[in-house]
């Protein structure tokens, strides 16, 4: 029986393990006990020859995982717990652990798939995504840059999608995810059961991940319809090529094909409400992460996580719109005009990659 009550519930019929998100009421975002629980189960099933592929799913119909539990993290941080290091230390190992799991590892992203839940999906061997999902990297809406290997997953998109991604934090649909390369397959809600059920009376023989991709040639689709980005792909390439924020800006501002200048407009609104600091940083996280490692681009991360507490926009942002929900963050600095480079420099400054 599954224990209703269980953050993660697992199980395992016809030797899938099958790993289950269950904080519907915080739309399933992930603390630190969920990352413990599921680093000790994947570990386990590593090992265990009766089991042959994992799942990772969640319950609820609106969010697969909405992120980190955004109001633990304020929280500790108020308390200057060292929870918020373990968490992010602990959490990072897992996502990462993922991207090598020696399984076939199955993501099923229905819902939001956000922050702490595209760095639990985007290592799977298999990423499916139904006509609900919506993937993205928000992190810099509330003061704080894409983690969770998004500085490798971004910055290897294809021209600059990550970039603008990660430095609008805006999120995209399953048709624009699978052209993307954030995703596999499409899957509709509806058919879910009947993969289930599939797997439930699988053959398994030599080869489990042969068996799998069998069963999505005859379930999935490779594609779905109705991109939102294709029409401003090409503006996209153009405008987020710059290495500034700034130059960003000023790139969408002088765009003279008409049928695109509403969306730069609107793009150029988006950015002038997020944290410029959080903004500079995931642009300047992404430049370097086109040449380092997995690993590099993980520890990275950690080494401005550990600083960003104190020196980026995390509270003010979580402030303004979880906790008094104000909507009015006060970033520091105000305005892209206003951020310094040095200010940029010291959140880098000894960082050493250990390889390429």
């Given amino acids: 029986m599954l224990d209703d009550h269980a953050l993660v519930q697992t199980q395992v019929r016809n030797r899938v393990g099958h790993l289950t998100l269950n904080r519907v009421a915080a739309f399933n975002a992930i603390n630190l006990d969920m990352v413990r629980v599921l680093q000790q189960q994947l570990d386990a099933w590593a090992a265990d020859e009766n089991v042959v592929a994992v799942v990772l799913r969640a319950n609820g119909d609106k969010a697969f995982c909405a992120g980190g539990d955004i109001r633990e993290l304020y929280s500790n941080a108020q ?153 401003v792909r090409g503006a996209i390439n153009t405008h987020f090529a710059h290495n500034s924020v700034a130059d960003i800006i000023a790139s969408l501002a002088s765009e003279t094909d008409s049928s695109i200048q509403a969306w730069c407009q609107e793009t150029i609104a988006t950015l002038k409400s997020r944290s410029p600091l959080a903004m500079a940083t995931t642009l300047e996280m992404l430049r370097r992460a086109e040449n380092l490692s997995l690993a590099d681009c993980f520890a990275l991360e950690f080494h401005l996580g550990a600083q960003w507490f104190t020196k980026g926009d995390f509270m003010e942002g979580v402030r303004a719109l979880i906790i008094d929900k104000d909507k009015n963050p006060q970033w520091q600095p105000a305005s892209i005009a206003e951020l310094e480079q040095a200010k940029i420099d010291d959140l880098f400054a000894g960082f050493q990659a250990h390889s390429a």
């Fill in 79 to 231: 308390q200057d717990s060292s929870l918020n290091e373990i968490f992010f230390r602990e959490e990072y190992a897992l996502d990462q652990d993922i991207h090598a799991y020696p399984k076939p590892f199955i993501a099923l992203m229905d819902g939001l798939v956000l922050g702490g839940g595209m760095g639990l999906a985007q290592g799977a061997s298999f990423r499916i995504v139904t006509e609900k999902a919506r993937l993205g990297m928000p992190e810099v809406s509330i003061g704080f840059f894409p983690d969770v290997g998004g500085s490798y997953f971004l910055s290897r998109l294809s021209c600059e999608m990550g970039t603008y991604m990660g430095v609008t934090g805006n999120p995209v649909g399953p048709a624009d995810a699978l052209q993307l390369g954030l995703a596999d397959w499409f899957l509709y809600r509806e058919q879910i059961t009947e993969f289930d059920r599939c797997l439930d009376n699988m053959q398994w023989g030599h080869s489990s991940p042969e068996a799998v991709r069998s069963l999505l040639n005859t379930l999935a689709s490779k594609h779905s319809s109705d991109a939102q980005l294709t029409a």
